[in-house]
């Protein structure tokens, strides 16, 4: 299927074993997941601009998120650039129920994707669970470098913009606030 289009070149590959397989094409900035799990197999070309969130869910629970910050406001981004990486340990168990990876894109025709590892009883300690889980990892690493790098386009953009920039310090716009608020 990726063969048919001729501006996309598989670099990496993820999750083959799972529901959805996931290729990266860094030339052309995309991802394809390709569907296996329906009957007709198709294919769905994300850019990499698109993808905003993403997380690995451990029966049904967030274990790791990452996704494009809210501190991009009025053009200045506020506490780094980096994208908000936060992680919640689940209660610890010897067997894992469910096991995917959860993208989120701007395009509202297609905003969610779920890469489904498993969901049926899997022993941690098992070599399934094992390859699934560092699968899982590599995928949602790479998806936060993908926004990451958005966020520094996005930010890289903002200063660019001649409409976000003034040539007051922030001194002086707190001077003016402050004869304002005394009038």
Do not use: W
């Not at 289009?5 to 590959?13: G, H, L, R, V, Y």
């Not at 007709?40 to 070309?45: H, L, Q």
């Amino acid at each position: 299927l990726l063969k048919q289009n001729s501006n996309f070149t598989s670099m990496k590959t993820f999750a083959k074993s799972a529901d959805k397989e996931v290729h990266l094409d860094t030339n052309s900035k995309q991802l394809a997941i390709i569907n296996k799990s329906t009957q007709k197999v198709s294919v769905d070309y994300i850019p990499f601009s698109s993808v905003v969130e993403c997380e690995i869910l451990e029966n049904n629970i967030s274990i790791a998120k990452g996704g494009i910050g809210r501190a991009v406001v009025g053009g200045v981004v506020a506490g780094g650039v980096g994208a908000i990486v936060g992680s919640t340990t689940a209660k610890s168990s010897n067997y894992s129920e469910s096991l995917s990876v959860r993208i989120v894109t701007n395009d509202l025709n297609t905003p969610l994707h779920v890469i489904t590892y498993h969901s049926y009883k899997t022993k941690k300690d098992s070599s399934i669970y094992k390859n699934a889980f560092n699968d899982a990892q590599n995928l949602y690493a790479s998806l936060t470098s993908i926004i990451k790098n958005n966020e520094a386009t996005i930010f890289k953009a903002s200063n660019q913009n001649p409409a976000t920039t003034t040539s007051d310090t922030f001194s002086e716009q707190l001077r003016n606030l402050s004869k304002l608020h005394k009038e």
